[in-house]
């Protein structure tokens, strides 16, 4: 079964089952679980590449460009998130990462990215406008720096 199979797989698995999806710390839990897979899938490709610290900075640039950003935005846009627990919402740095580190394959990164969004408001931290800005971000900061 391709990677992207069981990503789509486990996306869908995540939304849907009632034992796991209706339950709010188990979709922050898992929303973890994507964005650090994301990352580090990212990881292995950089670490795969010809030019390993080219790819590994790279790397590092689009991560950090993207993560200052977000933490630039989200300490000076005060939106409540919905479960109330702080004012940082906008925008989803958990999107934003993994969409940033979607690159070594879009049919696999991108359906991660979109998993990690969904459990991001499945987990009542984000609504569906800071995903989506969170995604966004993501794409557009990983035009910062070509692995190749």
């Known amino acids: 079964m391709k990677l992207r199979t069981i990503v789509i797989i486990a996306g869908i698995i995540a939304w849907g089952n009632p034992c796991f999806a209706q ?3 188990a979709a922050n839990t898992w929303s973890n679980v ?3 897979s994301a990352i580090g899938i990212d990881t292995i490709d950089s670490l795969r590449s010809k030019d390993k610290k080219h790819a590994l ?3 590092a640039l689009r991560l950090g460009i ?3 950003i977000n933490q630039l935005v989200k300490n000076t846009v005060t939106k409540a998130r919905p479960d109330g627990s ?3 919402s906008f925008y989803s740095g958990h999107t934003s ?3 940033v580190s979607s690159g070594w394959n879009y049919s696999i990164g991108i359906p991660l990215g979109i998993t990690t969004g969904a459990l991001r408001i499945k ?3 984000h609504d569906w406008i800071d995903v989506s800005v969170g995604a966004l971000a993501g794409l557009l900061t990983q035009r910062v720096c070509s692995k190749d």
Do not use: E, H, M, P
């Open 57 to 59: 900075g790279c790397q």
């Open 34 to 36: 994507t964005v650090y």
């Open 86 to 88: 702080d004012n940082k």
């Open 123 to 125: 987990a009542k931290k």
């Open 23 to 25: 339950s709010v710390n």
């Open 97 to 99: 990462n993994a969409f």
């Open 66 to 68: 993207n993560n200052g």
